[in-house]
């Protein structure tokens, strides 16, 4: 598997990774929200469950990520 990633003069550049990867997060907890709603409409509820707290997980990913991102780490 081939990863892409962006560069900036030839150096990969880790604000742009982050933001790369906060919006696959979103997108994939979009995704889990709908499998779960589709599931939940053919009355499989503890699967659609699932995948509801599967979404709840990656948003709370991205959030991580994003506060990680925005704050300095020098303590």
Do not use: C, P, W
């Given at each position: 598997?081939?990863?892409?990633?962006?560069?900036?003069?030839?150096v990969?550049?880790?604000?742009?990774?982050?933001?790369?990867?906060i919006?696959?997060l979103?997108?994939?907890?979009?995704?889990?929200?709908?499998?779960?709603?589709?599931?939940?409409?053919?009355?499989?509820t503890?699967r659609?469950?699932?995948?509801?707290?599967?979404?709840?997980k990656l948003?709370?990913?991205?959030?991580i990520?994003?506060?990680?991102?925005?704050?300095?780490?020098?303590?």
């Amino acid at each position: 598997m081939t990863l892409r990633y962006e560069t900036k003069g030839g150096v990969v550049s880790e604000d742009d990774q982050i933001i790369i990867m906060i919006e696959k997060l979103r997108e994939a907890s979009e995704a889990a929200y709908q499998i779960g709603h589709i599931n939940n409409a053919h009355h499989q509820t503890i699967r659609g469950e699932g995948f509801k707290r599967m979404a709840q997980k990656l948003e709370e990913m991205a959030k991580i990520a994003l506060k990680f991102a925005t704050t300095s780490m020098v303590q």
